[in-house]
């Protein structure tokens, strides 16, 4: 099973701005959700996905079958931050969708 996995300019901005250790991760675990739907560790809350790594980046998705759209990234520091900012995005997103 495959996921359709599209990115948002907010994602694509702080992917942009990684380090390319972290960066060559997060393509990694991108590349398994394109080919396998394997979401590794994460959490599911209030409608939003949150994508977790051992080194504290987060990656906040939302669900829209059969895409996956990443909102946003970031890390633990910024966390509550980065959730309401992908709670605004993933609420602009479902009007655009028509959901």
């Known amino acids: 099973m495959k996921i359709e996995v599209k990115t948002l300019p907010d ?6 701005s990684l380090d390319r250790s972290p960066e060559v991760r997060v393509l990694a675990r991108i590349s398994r959700l394109r ?7 994460h959490k599911r809350f209030e409608g939003l996905l949150e994508l977790r790594f051992d080194n504290g980046l987060r990656i906040y998705a939302l ?3 059969p895409n996956l759209y990443l909102l946003l990234g970031g890390g633990k ?3 509550t931050r980065d959730i309401e900012k992908a709670k605004a995005l993933a609420e602009d997103l479902r009007k655009k969708l028509g959901r």
Do not use: C, M, T
């Not at 080919?35 to 560790?41: F, I, M, Q, V, W």
């Open 11 to 16: 994602f694509d901005e702080w992917l942009d």
């Open 35 to 41: 080919e396998d739907a394997y979401l590794g560790d």
């Open 63 to 65: 669900e829209h079958a």
């Open 77 to 79: 520091r910024g966390q």
